[in-house]
T-cell receptor, first 117, second 114 residues
Framework: EAGVTQFPSHSVIEKGQTVTLRCDPI?????LYWYRRVMGKEIKFLLH????????ESGMPNNRFLAERTGGTYSTLKVQPAELEDSGVYFC???????????????FGPGTRLTVT | AQKVTQAQTEISVVEKEDVTLDCVYE???????LFWYKQPPSGELVFLIR??????QNEISGRYSWNFQKSTSSFNFTITASQVVDSAVYFC???????????FGSGTQLTVLP
């Protein structure tokens, strides 16, 4: 089966611009997660979707970040307006739905490297 | 609160040496899951293993082995007879309670020299 894919792989934008990151989870995976790693820091959780619903968005840094998962398939993460401190690598992960024994195993995409100048 | 500590920032070994990557975790939950991920130079995070808190049995998969000890809150990862292709950043992670989110350690950069 195809893995988690993310687009674009790299994005360079100026401060104040808007960027939209896309994640396509593994087919059939109900759970979708966004994480990010800013320079020199740990990988941090942003939010968790179960199908199209936001299950946990406690990690979203502020209201400049908006995540959607229309139809419970792919997800987008929009940053508007982007700030310098938003630079980093944004990872998406997916896992099977609850009830599966492996529902805790998250499979990650290659990440999107965002550079805000 | 959850926390994962990987005290080793960088490790360098010569090919065929054994190497152990340390991971210490903190959680107040009695049910939790521990993970190891590998991040090769290409950037993606590759799932290696998941361990449940109620299963302390150690696991071996080829050259990889994992030692889970609840008494010391550790989940160490050993690579036997290391190879150059093992060079990567390795992350230990924790998921506990009802939350599904992963708490990551800061990662250990492993370099295997030929």
């Amino acid at each position: 089966e195809a893995g988690v894919t993310q687009f674009p792989s790299h994005s360079v934008i100026e401060k104040g611009q808007t960027v939209t990151l896309r994640c396509d989870p593994i087919s059939g995976h109900d759970n979708l997660y966004w994480y990010r790693r800013v320079m020199g820091k740990e990988i941090k959780f942003l939010l968790h979707f179960v199908k199209e619903s936001k299950q946990d968005e406690s990690g979203m840094p502020n209201n400049r970040f908006l995540a959607e998962r229309t139809g419970g398939t792919y997800s987008t993460l929009k940053v508007q307006p982007a700030e310098l401190e938003d630079s980093g690598v944004y990872f998406c992960a997916s896992s099977r739905g609850q009830g599966w024994t492996k529902s805790y195993e998250q499979y990650f995409g290659p990440g999107t490297r965002l550079t805000v100048t | 609160a959850q926390k994962v500590t990987q005290a080793q920032t960088e490790i360098s070994v010569v090919e065929k040496e054994d190497v152990t990557l340390d991971c210490v975790y903190e959680t107040r939950d009695t049910t939790y899951y521990l993970f190891w991920y590998k991040q090769p130079p290409s950037g993606e995070l590759v799932f290696l293993i998941r361990r449940n808190s109620f299963d302390e049995q150690n696991e071996i998969s080829g050259r990889y082995s994992w030692n889970f000890q609840k008494s010391t809150s550790s989940f160490n990862f050993t690579i036997t007879a290391s190879q150059v292709v093992d060079s990567a950043v390795y992350f230990c992670a924790l998921s506990s309670g009802s939350a599904r989110q992963l708490t990551f350690g800061s990662g250990t950069q492993l370099t295997v020299l030929p």
